[in-house]
């Protein structure tokens, strides 16, 4: 699985942004999606996640504020997201698992969100 996020960028707090994450087959064969984030200096960190099901998780830093959304039809997982604060700055990245143990295996390059106050 091959995944190519797009759509990051620079924005002042309250603003918005959508990321893409194009993959490299079906996404309908993918169990489970993640976006995941990684600010200087901290740990990689779970944003959100999708599963076939349509059944959603976010954390609560982003709760109400980022929607994790796909489109079959263009294999892209995406993320929106409203009311941007300066402490979701970082490099997102989307993820997928390796189908036998279910460890987030597959990931994308990145893409830098900076959220200036």
């Known amino acids: 699985v091959r995944l190519v996020e797009s759509g990051g960028g620079s924005v002042q707090a309250g603003g918005s942004l959508r990321l893409s994450c194009a993959t490299s087959?079906?996404?309908?064969?993918?169990?489970?999606m993640a976006w995941y984030r990684q600010a200087p200096g901290k740990e990689r960190e779970m944003v959100a996640t999708?599963?076939?099901?349509?059944?959603?998780y976010y954390a609560d830093s982003v709760k109400g504020r980022f929607t994790i959304f796909r489109v079959n039809a263009k294999n892209t997982l995406y993320l929106t997201m409203n009311s941007l604060k300066p402490e979701d700055t970082g490099m997102y990245y989307c993820?997928?698992?390796?189908?036998?143990?279910?460890?987030?295996?597959?990931w994308g390059q990145g893409t830098q969100v900076t959220v200036s106050p």
């Open positions: 993820a997928a698992p390796n189908e036998e143990t279910g460890a987030w295996h597959y």
């Open positions: 087959g079906s996404i309908r064969s993918i169990d489970i």
């Open positions: 999708l599963n076939s099901g349509d059944i959603t």
